[in-house]
């Protein structure tokens, strides 16, 4: 199957998720007249989209006059982009693309989005996936090779550009490169158009535990943490040496050795307190039906809310909230 078919697929999936998501909200508000607001997430194959359709559900059950419903997009580049358009949105987001928009650089240079962070959420680990065989076992033996950086509205792109180039490659000459989401990476995998892929995300990841489970095939995270300091010279304390343990994954023989970067909440600064407030308490208020939705919600800690987890300001909504926690945010 061409690449160009897993593209025109992953549109298709994305509207009818879509559409069930947004169906789904509907029902469960039953509020004629309600506050809309929408959760900008990522693909489906990801963490971001799961928690995003549970968060709908669970602030259109819970907060009075709202009626919530998540969207399916290319992930944390899309959706800063649509927060900055002023319609009711809020949005997951990597640290390192959340300050690009809030600085107006790199993908935003010349469009600055007045951010505000609600939370806090988890961290987002970055995984550089190949398979035994490929002769893919460090950072320099991509050279050359097939891989996927990401999709175009991703921050998974924004980092992998940023590890390839504190790694000595150039991104548009060293490798072959395509831009594909995390589940077209994995169908890409298989069917052997890619020899690798990086994606960034929370564990596990749907789609790259469907490729370890694929029987005759065996998973290899390439080790990648030593290009952190050079990233955070470049591009601020942004990143950290973290690692995938090798329980995560079936195959994996070793702990992988990878960098990480924080995920926010995020909105727009003109949404008002009162809707803010709501989204952070009702989200710690229903923190248990989150993790039930995925794991990487056991990580919404309160003690994880600090400004040196964020380079985005926190709304006042959410500083209220978290005064009342006794969190204090300088």
Do not use: C
């Not at 949005?91 to 939370?119: C, H, I, Q, S």
């Not at 320099?140 to 990401?150: M, P, Q, R, V």
């Not at 180039?165 to 594909?180: C, I, M, N, Q, T």
């Amino acid at each position: 199957m061409a690449l160009a078919n897993y593209k025109e697929s992953s549109i298709m999936i994305s509207q009818v998720f879509r559409a069930a998501l947004v169906g789904s909200a509907l029902v469960l508000s039953g509020v004629a007249g309600a506050q809309n607001l929408s959760i900008a997430t990522g693909g489906t194959g990801g963490v971001y989209y799961p928690l995003g359709g549970g968060l709908a559900a669970i602030l259109s059950k819970t907060v009075p006059g709202m009626q919530a419903t998540a969207e399916v997009t290319g992930g944390s580049v899309d959706n800063l982009k649509l927060i900055g358009t002023d319609k009711p949105y809020i949005g997951f987001t990597m640290a390192d693309a959340g300050l690009d928009a809030y600085k107006g650089e790199d993908k935003f240079k010349g469009n600055k989005v007045p951010l505000r962070t609600l939370m806090v959420l988890y961290p987002n680990r970055m995984h550089l996936v190949s398979t035994e065989g490929r002769g893919i076992n460090k950072m320099s033996d991509l050279k050359g090779k097939h891989i996927s950086t990401g999709s175009p509205g991703s921050a998974t792109e924004v980092m992998a550009f940023r590890i390839l180039e504190a790694a000595g490659l150039d991104k548009d000459k060293d490798v072959k490169r395509e831009r594909l989401g995390v589940a077209e990476s994995v169908n890409a995998m298989k069917d052997n158009k890619i020899d690798a892929f990086f994606w960034v995300g929370g564990l596990p990841t749907a789609a790259v535990t469907d490729l370890a489970n694929t029987p005759g095939t065996r998973i290899k995270l390439v080790d990648h943490s030593d290009v952190v300091g050079k990233m955070n010279t470049k591009y601020g304390p942004l990143y950290v040496e973290d690692t995938i343990p090798k329980a995560v994954y079936k195959g994996m023989e070793a702990d992988n050795k990878q960098a990480t970067v924080m995920n926010l909440l995020v909105a727009h600064e003109k949404m008002d307190e009162k809707t803010a407030y709501n989204i952070v308490k009702t989200i710690f208020d229903k923190r248990a039906d989150l993790i039930a939705v995925h794991k990487e919600a056991e990580n919404f800690k309160l003690e994880n809310q600090r400004t040196a987890a964020t380079p985005i300001p926190f709304h006042p909504g959410a500083v209220k909230y978290f005064a009342e926690k006794g969190i204090k945010l300088n």
